[in-house]
């Protein structure tokens, strides 16, 4: 068990909605990153969180916006969704110089 | 980090073998590299990092080698097995908790 909790595992969505998917870091982690991997590519950054502000962001649109709560969970939010969003989005908790944990990933599809 | 290039995209070998997959990157100031395996499915993870203090670094059956200069890095499998079957990327990044900038990916095919 990776101890890095996201939520759902899959989902389904149609073209021009809104999607929210959840992480719960790894205990003891305070930093969350959300990277895209679409079917055949490595992952992609998208944002970075820590101290609940965006520390760090990836070539990805203003459609892709995020938050961080006190308890150190993270949110990504896309909006105005497109085919092309389609694809594994992994949240990987960290802290200080320890390395990245990976989660199990939301399967995105949109339709 | 802003690109990292990974060859092969495939590789086969038969059970035993070793298997030895490259990465190359641009960014000087990259200092932590990780390789993550990610079976069908399932989420990527971590089998062995190396950061730039270092040259080379081993556990069991993995190694990882990094020559700064020349900005690549390898992983090193030795007496490959079956379950070893799997997509390896190389990763890199300024420190162990940055962003890290993956490559395309290796698919490895141990056949038994």
């Known amino acids: 068990d990776a101890g890095v909790t996201q939520s759902p595992t899959h989902l389904i969505k149609t073209r021009g909605q809104q999607v929210t998917l959840r992480c719960s870091p790894k205990?003891?982690?305070?930093?969350v990153s959300w990277y895209q991997q679409a079917l055949g590519q490595g992952p992609q950054f998208i944002f970075q969180?820590?101290?609940?502000?965006?520390?760090q962001r990836g070539n990805f649109p203003d459609r892709f916006s995020g938050h961080q709560f006190p308890n150190y969970s993270s949110e990504l939010n896309v909006n105005a969704l497109l085919l092309g969003d389609s694809a594994l989005y992994l949240c990987?908790?960290?802290?200080?110089?320890?390395?990245?944990?990976f989660g199990s990933g939301t399967r995105l599809t949109v339709v | 980090g802003e690109n990292v290039e990974q060859h092969p995209s495939t590789l086969s070998v038969q059970e035993g073998d070793s298997a030895v997959i490259k990465c190359t990157y641009s960014d000087s100031a990259s200092n932590y590299f990780p390789w993550y395996k990610q079976e069908l499915g399932k989420r990527p993870q971590l089998i062995i990092d190396i950061r730039s203090n270092v040259g080379e670094k081993k556990d069991q059956r993995i190694a990882v080698t990094l020559n700064k200069t020349a900005k690549h890095f390898s992983l090193h499998i030795t007496e490959t097995q079956p379950e070893d079957s799997a997509v390896y990327f190389c990763?890199?990044?300024?420190?162990?908790?940055?962003?890290?900038?993956f490559g395309k990916g290796t698919m490895l095919l141990v056949s038994p």
């Open positions: 969180y820590y101290e609940e502000e965006e520390r």
């Open positions: 990987a908790s960290g802290r200080t110089d320890y390395g990245y944990t």
């Open positions: 205990s003891g982690h305070d930093t």
């Open positions: 990763a890199e990044g300024p420190s162990g908790y940055s962003t890290l900038t």
